[in-house]
């Protein structure tokens, strides 16, 4: 009988132990749920896409990031305010501390394109003192030399906001581009060394041959001289800028955008303006009207986590259809792949809405 009984409570005991095990396991699981923080998703995340396909929420947390270990992955702020104010506030959020000559880098864009209005950016660029500052392409078109691209800001309207330095007037300086797989030179604008803070303002959007251009390629193309474009299109091989292979190009913009930040070292902050998304970038004079909805600005000090949050968004977005494509088609992620490998950034990161 005595052992009936005994062999009766640890039964129960048993039970009871499976049981606390159990409860723990979803406790654990529900402090692993993401609230209004989001760490990285979609883009690289196929299935969690298709999961928010036609939500417009802030993107879901990557199966692969620990959500408990929040703090080490970078922060992006967002607010869906699309305006000067809101421009003021996302760059407020960020708590930046700019000392010195302070550069602003953005694309003049094409007569025609959907490049950044001055009066969305210009009481950010007053405030800070800033100078607008730009390269010349290597492509033609009205931004091929100096002279027409002076003319080009004036007729956008940014030297009535501030100076406008065309960095490869002077020709190129050479940095150090280390840890790559294509290239061990960049060369960008000789000027790029007048400036002691650099803040990158992107017109996040599609691009005929990157797949989408963000921070990276305002980093990489955008501050690399008219010699230096050619270079990285050519994954650094020379010769004709649209021989190369596309992964050697999208690779090279990666590992020419760490070359500048390595240099800068941690003197540079990103702001991504989701506004006008067109599949076409700033650079095409003639570009496809966007067929999806504007969603917000995105800033970061971390260019890979901004561009990762932004593609993340128009992955969720329900008629994000068109741009999805482009970035696709041109294998546009590699870009983010490549960052992330040679230590340019996070692709995981925390979403954190400013908005009220």
């Not at 923080?37 to 298709?50: F, K, M, V």
């Not at 940014?158 to 100076?163: Q, R, S, W």
């Not at 992955?315 to 259809?321: L, P, Q, V």
Request: proline share 3%; glycine share 10%.
């Amino acid at each position: 009988m005595k052992k009936w009984i005994s062999f009766f409570f640890s039964v129960l005991l048993l039970l009871a132990m499976a049981g606390c095990g159990q409860s723990a396991d979803r406790t654990e699981a529900q402090k692993s749920s993401p609230d209004s923080e989001n760490t990285a998703s979609a883009g690289h995340q196929e299935e969690a896409a298709d999961d928010t396909a036609g939500s417009e929420e802030l993107p879901p947390a990557a199966e692969d990031t620990n959500i408990g270990e929040k703090t080490s992955s970078p922060v992006v702020y967002m607010t869906t305010d699309i305006s000067p104010e809101g421009l003021m506030a996302i760059y407020e959020a960020l708590g930046a501390e700019p000392e010195g000559k302070v550069a602003v880098k953005l694309s003049t864009g094409e007569e025609g394109s959907n490049y950044l209005r001055p009066e969305l950016i210009g009481d950010l660029v007053q405030a800070l003192d800033a100078t607008i500052v730009e390269c010349n392409t290597a492509y033609g078109g009205q931004r091929a030399n100096t002279a027409m691209h002076y003319q080009l800001a004036e007729d956008h309207g940014y030297t009535a906001i501030a100076d406008v330095d065309i960095m490869d007037s002077d020709g190129s300086m050479t940095l150090k581009a280390a840890g790559g797989d294509n290239l061990t030179e960049n060369y960008v604008g000789a000027h790029f060394a007048d400036y002691d803070y650099y803040v990158i303002l992107s017109h996040f959007k599609g691009h005929a041959m990157a797949g989408y251009g963000g921070a990276i390629k305002n980093i990489s193309i955008g501050i690399a001289s008219s010699e230096g474009k050619s270079h990285i299109h050519t994954g650094g091989k020379g010769g004709s800028m649209w021989s190369a292979d596309q992964d050697s190009f999208l690779e090279s913009m990666a590992e020419a955008g760490k070359s500048v930040t390595d240099y800068l070292d941690g003197n540079i902050l990103y702001i991504n303006v989701m506004n006008r998304l067109s599949v076409d970038c700033d650079c095409d004079g003639s570009p496809s009207e966007p067929d999806m909805h504007d969603i917000g600005i995105l800033a970061s000090f971390d260019p890979v986590a901004v561009d990762q949050a932004c593609i993340d968004l128009v992955y969720s977005a329900e008629d994000g259809a068109s741009l999805v494509d482009r970035i696709e088609s041109r294998n546009g992620l590699h870009t983010l792949e490549q960052a992330e490998k040679i230590g340019l950034g996070s692709r995981a990161y925390q979403l954190v809405s400013i908005d009220k």
